[in-house]
């Protein structure tokens, strides 16, 4: 079955330190690969995406780039900032099961920036 | 904001009630899946509906159902509850396309 392997938390980074999550996965076929953040108390918003290999998916100064041939999407950040601190998700969704589109999610990282 | 919607945001109950959470998509939307959160479990897919008909299930237990209406709004029922159902039930709607999943707030139970 699919799965997603993210690297164990938490993170603490001071402002404009880089970032970097890594996030690998099993799947058949070819999947689309996706990153939520969760700030506390809220719900998962969908960050940055990627449905092919080699694709870079960013945002907000987030990114992430499909790699096939290693099965990862690592995302990174140059300069982060106290306002990222949240908990990071990285998940696919199979493109083989047509119109099931459910998502397989990490397990998460927290990231805490200090000013 | 995400567009999608779902009431209640908290809700407290006891050992062997049945609760109803709701679920409004995004406008368009005819996909709506269900998530459950917890510490132990992280996050874990329950089921999905299109267009009103059950599409995939998860891992959903039979005490759980689930339901989307003609106006694509949907209701997740839990019963029989237990202390371990306690967790943030969130609903995701995504267009025909699937090009990706918009997470409502979620509703946190809380069974005691």
């Known amino acids: 079955g699919n799965s997603v392997t993210q690297m164990e938390g938490p993170v603490t980074l001071s402002e404009e330190a880089f970032l970097t999550i890594n996030c690998t996965y099993t799947a058949t076929g070819y999947p689309s690969l996706f990153w939520y953040v969760q700030y506390p108390g809220e719900g998962l918003q969908l960050l940055l995406k990627?449905?092919?290999?080699?694709d870079k998916g960013s945002n907000k100064g987030f990114e992430a780039t499909y790699r096939k041939e290693t099965t990862s999407f690592h995302l990174e950040k140059g300069s982060v900032q106290v306002s990222d601190s949240a908990v990071y998700f990285c998940a696919l969704r199979s493109n083989s099961g047509g119109s099931n589109y459910k998502l397989t999610f990490g397990k998460g990282t927290l990231l805490t920036v200090n000013p | 904001d995400s567009g999608v919607t779902q009431t209640p945001k908290h809700l407290i109950t006891a050992t062997g009630q049945r609760v109803t959470l709701r679920c409004s998509p995004r406008s368009g939307d005819l996909s709506v899946y269900w998530y459950q959160q917890s510490l132990d479990q992280g996050l874990q897919f329950l089921i999905q509906y299109y267009n009103g008909e059950e599409r995939a299930k998860g891992n959903i237990l039979e005490r759980f159902s689930a339901q989307q209406f003609p106006d694509l709004h949907s209701e997740l029922n839990l019963s029989s509850l237990e202390l371990g159902d306690s967790a943030l039930y969130f609903c995701a709607s995504s267009p025909p396309t699937g090009a990706g999943q918009y997470f409502g707030p979620g509703t946190r139970l809380t069974v005691t």
């Open positions: 990627a449905t092919k290999a080699d």
